[in-house]
């Protein structure tokens, strides 16, 4: 089998998208998360919040495919507000290190208009290489 899909098991089910995509050689390729829990609500509309549990979902996926935090190569952000970000640098940067510690991947930022989910500020996608 090339690749299999990635879903924690106690999460809502993905509706035409999959959460993560593993192939035979280890890549892990995580569909743009975002700030909502695993059954789609989001609990929060703060910018911090929601970023620090876009974070996490990611890292579920990670584990849910046998990874850890240190093995996501690359994390693509898209955010609604440059301004939020760079306001709240300091605030982010603890709620980054709070979830994936001091491992720092490749990253892109991209500014955009907005998101699909209207509640949603910041969606991030991933990359990881999880040993065999």
Partial sequence: MPHHFIQPDNW????GYANGVMTADGRLFIGGQIGWNEMQEFESDDFVAQMEQTLKNILQIVHTAGG???DITRLTWYVTSKREYLKRQSEVGAAYRSVLGKHFPAMTMVVISEL???RAVIEIEATAVIPN
Avoid at 12 to 15: N, R
Wanted: charged fraction near 50%; glycine fraction near 0%.
């Fill in 12 to 15: 809502a089910p993905a509706k």
């Fill in 68 to 70: 850890k935090a240190e």
């Fill in 116 to 118: 699909i989910e209207d």
